[in-house]
Every structure is written in C-alpha cells, then in structure tokens.
C-alpha cells in the first residue's frame, strides 16, 4: 500500500505512549480496518505486522516502574521480523510505526512494548504462528484509552513525561539550519517526535542538502530493546514528512554506527 502521507503525518504530533484503556473491545469495522493496513503495509518482506489472537494480559507482562503497566487493552499487534536479516531492527521500527500511526489516526491509543522485560516473547509468537526464522520484536497494545485524570494515575503511568524531547541542536549535524529547505524542517520535527524505548531519543542526524542520515548516538543495548529498531520509527516519520511536503526519496540502509540515509 501507499502511504497515506497526510493522515500519517497529522497523526504524528498527536500519538503518545498510553498504558491505560478501557477494555471496550474495539468495533468489527476497526479491528477490519487494522487487519487491512497490518497486511497492506509491508514495504520490507523481513518485517510484517500481525493482530494478536491471545488476551493481551497473557501477552504484556505487567511489569510497572517507570515504563508503565499497561492496563486494560483490549487488542494486541506483534511486529515480526526475520531474524536472519541484519537490517530486521530498522525494518521492523518502519514498518511498525505506520501500524501505530494508522492506529493514531483511528483515534486509538498505543504503546510500543520491548524486550523481554515487558512482553511474553514465547507466548506471541505461538498467538501469531511465527515461523522458524522469525521473531516478535516487539507489540502495542490497541485500543480507546481510558481518561487520565489523578495526579496519582498520572505519575504511575508517567503520563507526559515519555514525551519530552531533546532539542534539534543536540540531534543535528552536518548542513546549517538556515540552509535547510522546508522538506528537511518538517522531517526533522517529525522525527523528533517519534517514540523510543524508555524515550531515549537514540538518534542522531547528519542533514546535506538533498539527505538526511540517520545514526545511533551509541552501540549500547539498553533495555533489551535494539536503538535500531527506534531509528526505524524515526525513519518513518522523516518519509512522511518530505512526502507531505511534496520531497519523494529513498532509503538505502547502512552499517553501524549509521542506520539509513534518505536520499530525494
């Protein structure tokens, strides 16, 4: 499928990190609407989404802290990847975060849950007949969020604070920001908006003026979760932004410590 680059786009701003639903099941023409972009929007074949047919409660762990419990999902996605492909993190963020965005735009809340800590790897990949070479890296609850209204529920579920976010000046290298067109403006603010495991914000950008790189700040695994993987999600938004803004590219995907560059 294409991408419905204005829908995403506006959806950007307006996704968050939600823990909290209200176990309403979500309606047939949703689910269906889900099920459609999970199998339409597959631009890597190393990486698919897939609705989870298990309770989500056996799925998630539970695990609280600062990285939240979720409560009360009513729906799960698993974000696949084949786990012979170098490039599967990166992969697996992109395709993963058009899932999320279209859920977004739905007026869905989501969350994107990693590493082994926070999700029951073994019992998603039964739910979605993960073959040999393929692992769930990751899942998002899905559903309508529940209101947060407590000063208390607001600081259990760390509401807002997941979404703070470094200033361009700490991110950026390369050309000046006088000298970038509107295209590079957009995708950069787009991709400062995506979210990231424990909202690290791993990623750093070297801007030419008809590219953006992307690269990982360090080669540390933190909390199980690939800095790859949030890179991917920031590849995404870079896309629809330049899309929206009228800028056609490509990716071509490198080795480490540079993640892609896109190229108009």
């Not at 750093?204 to 991917?232: A, M, Q």
Request: aromatic fraction near 8%; include cysteine; charge should be neutral.
């Amino acid at each position: 499928m294409e991408i419905p680059f204005s829908r995403w786009h506006d959806a950007i701003p307006l996704r968050r990190s939600r823990r909290r639903y209200d176990s309403i099941p979500l309606e047939p023409a949703q689910l269906n609407q889900l099920q459609t972009v999970c199998g339409g929007f597959r631009p890597y074949t190393e990486a698919r989404a897939e609705m989870v047919s298990e309770s989500p409660d056996r799925v998630l762990r539970g695990i609280a802290g600062s990285y939240g419990k979720v409560k009360g999902a009513p729906s799960l996605i698993a974000f696949i990847g084949d786990i012979d492909d170098p490039y599967v993190n990166e992969k697996i963020g992109y395709t993963g975060e058009g899932i999320v965005l279209e859920a977004t735009a739905m007026g869905l809340g989501t969350c994107w849950v990693g590493g082994s800590m926070f999700f029951r790897r073994e019992v998603a990949e039964s739910a979605v007949s993960a073959g040999e070479k393929e692992r769930v890296f990751a899942v998002t609850p899905v559903g309508h969020t529940a209101k947060v209204s407590s000063l208390g529920e607001r600081a259990q579920t760390g509401f807002g604070m997941f979404h703070r976010r470094k200033p361009l000046a700490e991110m950026v290298s390369g050309l000046g920001e006088k000298e970038w067109p509107n295209w590079i403006k957009a995708a950069l603010e787009a991709a400062r908006l995506a979210p990231s495991a424990v909202n690290r914000q791993p990623w750093r950008f070297n801007v030419e003026p008809d590219s953006i790189t992307v690269s990982v700040d360090s080669p540390l695994l933190d909390f199980g979760v690939s800095k790859r993987l949030d890179c991917g999600i920031a590849m995404l938004h870079i896309e629809v932004a330049a899309l929206d803004s009228g800028v056609k590219g490509r990716w071509e995907l490198l080795e480490a410590p540079r993640v892609a560059r896109f190229t108009v």
